[in-house]
């Protein structure tokens, strides 16, 4: 079947702008997270979606980030008034049990997303 | 500190050779341990994971826990250059957060 998909891939806009950027995890996967990637850097966890709840919004960097899912389908997450250090890959993965113990991600492909 | 914590590499091997890849971290209650392959400019794809003491074999890859140590390690028999990435460590601390190394960059010569 199909894998997780994100959108748009490549996304450039301007400082203080709002962007809203798309997943679509693999049908029938509970579990969906969001990572960021700068460049040369490792996977920083954003949020984590068990269904449409949230148990685990640590990783939001700030209160201009939000995120939601649809049932245990798309999720969007939304970036305000964007800022130059807000220029990453953002990343969706879903698993689908969303047990620690034995949870695989699968990766969607990213969304480069540039501030200028 | 940094709760996962790996060498940046770049580590270079020949082909054919074993290349070692090793990953510390720092919360006690961690309880499963994965590792991430990803090629440039591509996404992180699983290798394997390990939840218990000792080591775990998948083919060329034999993944080893420590937890006493606070230690993971990743080794990968007879080389290939299409071995070539930066293999992330990824660790299940508390709650679902899934906490990333920076990566190893594995660099495999033909």
């Known amino acids: 079947g199909a894998g997780v998909s994100q959108s748009p891939s490549n996304k450039v806009t301007e400082k203080g702008k709002d962007v809203e950027l798309r997943c679509d995890p693999i049908s029938g996967h509970t579990a969906l997270y969001w990572y960021r990637q700068s460049l040369g850097q490792g996977l920083e966890f954003l949020i984590y979606f068990q269904g449409n709840s949230a148990p685990d919004k640590s990783g939001l960097p700030s209160d201009r980030f939000s995120a939601e899912r649809t049932g245990e389908s798309v999720s969007t997450l939304t970036i305000q008034r964007t800022q130059q250090e807000d220029s990453a890959v953002y990343l969706c993965?879903?698993?689908?049990?969303?047990?620690?113990?034995?949870?695989?991600?699968?990766f969607g492909p990213g969304t480069r997303l540039t501030v200028l | 500190q940094k709760e996962v914590e790996q060498n940046s590499g770049p580590l270079s091997v020949p082909e054919g050779a074993i290349a070692s890849l090793n990953c510390t971290y720092s919360d006690r209650g961690s309880q499963s341990f994965f590792w991430y392959r990803q090629y440039s400019g591509k996404s992180p794809e699983l290798i394997m994971f390990i939840y218990s003491n000792g080591d775990k074999e998948d083919g060329r890859f034999t993944a080893q826990l420590n937890k006493a140590s606070q230690y993971v390690s990743l080794l990968i028999r007879d080389s290939q250059p299409s071995d070539s990435a930066t293999y992330l460590c990824?660790?299940?601390?508390?709650?679902?957060?899934?906490?990333f190394g920076a990566g190893t960059r594995l660099f495999v010569k033909a």
């Open positions: 993965a879903s698993s689908p049990l969303g047990q620690r113990s034995t949870d695989t991600q699968y």
């Open positions: 990824a660790v299940i601390a508390g709650g679902f957060k899934t906490i």
